[in-house]
């Protein structure tokens, strides 16, 4: 029999440090996966428990990733089976990437952080006696590293009115920000942080060109204003022309309408003569429309890709000698072809890129904190609407920059506190 519920109604809290047992979270189940907008749906759960170096936080609100758009059909991977896999007893997904929020209550040996303080939560998750770790390597790529609310062991994601993660995630927040807004931008922008500083050799330098796909998207509303502060010259690429100057309204250099180009896709093969002909003329135009924004003969040092097999060919030829590509997703498929003659020979870097860890975070938010950095909230929703929200984002129909889903607050505007 279920236990009779304490939960406590979504939008109000219980006071700091008081945990009811029970509460209300959106959960997909594998009977549901498909369209997220069935696939998530409002169910009463045990509220967790925080572990050892664990922080259990009141949610105050939840941002919203394409992440989740995966975990909702299922595909590529289906994470409630691959949790299981590794001994979790759930049959459910509590997702959700992105939070700000209250700390509530801490488990055993955390130090840093304290009942009550204010929160955001970065998403690079991994176990710390991974051999990987102990031996001193960057940790998101140790075999234990997880994106929290996403692939990681320990379910219960922000996507509830309590969320459990590791002490070295918990950041603070910024106090000039909306806890929507806070909520919004942190896996985008390390996401962002570490494709463009954590490529030793290949990060962005002074006057440096860098192009960003999907400018006024999520990770890309982040790229660009990272490009900014760090000297470099970004160019958008988006699909519409209010897309391309909300870019320049970021600190985009311009931007390039990929709707005036139809040569996505993978490329004909080499040994089509006429093909690749026709292909390279059409890549050519494209580098011709970066020039005429950042001047003849310039060329990217960095290339900002994940939309992947649509424009992987494209990023690597325009990208310059000795530059990178770096690629943190593959929204249109995962077969992008290189050109390995013109890769070798002029010395390019395809990079993957995924997740964060610990410096990349603190750093990205201590921008955020000093007001450098915009989190570029577009769209604020209530907790019920977390499958719809999914829904317009996997449709690409979300408002420029990043969304937000508001759990414990009550609604305070889109962007900066009032207090
Ligand atoms: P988003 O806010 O939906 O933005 C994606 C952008 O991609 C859109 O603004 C769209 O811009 C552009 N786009 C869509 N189709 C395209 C196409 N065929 N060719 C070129 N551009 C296209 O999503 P996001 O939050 O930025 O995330 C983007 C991808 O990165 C997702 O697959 C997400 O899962 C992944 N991601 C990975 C990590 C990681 O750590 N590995 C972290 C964050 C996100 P236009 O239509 O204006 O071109």
Redesign the pocket.
Known sequence: MAPASDAVPVGTLPPVGEIPSRMFAQLVRQDRFGDPRTAFQVEEVDTPAPGPREVLIAVMASGI???N??AARGTPVDVIAQRQRGGDPNDFHLGGSDASGIVYAVGEGVERVAVGDEVIVHPGWWKDDDPWIVAGKDPIIAPSAR?WGYDHDRNFGSFGQFAVAQEHQVLPKADHLTWEAAAAPT??GT?AQRMLFGWAGNTVMKDDVVLV????????TQAIQLVKQAGGIAVA????AD?GEYCVGLGAEGYID?TEFDH?GIPPHWTDGPGQKEWTGAARAFGGKLWEIVGKGRNPAIVFE??GE??IPTSIFVCEPGGMVVV?????GYSAMVDLRYHWVRQKRLQG???TNDEQAIAYNDLVRAGAIDPCLGQVSAFDEIGEVHGQ?AE?K?SFG?AAILIGAPTTGLGVSDS
């Open positions: 990733n394409f992440n758009v995966w994106i896996l985008v996401t796909w999907g400018g006024s998207g999520g990770l890309g690429v988006v699909s519409s897309k990929r996505w994940h939309p649509d424009t943190c997703a593959g929204t249109t890129s995924h997740g984002m690409g979300l990043n």
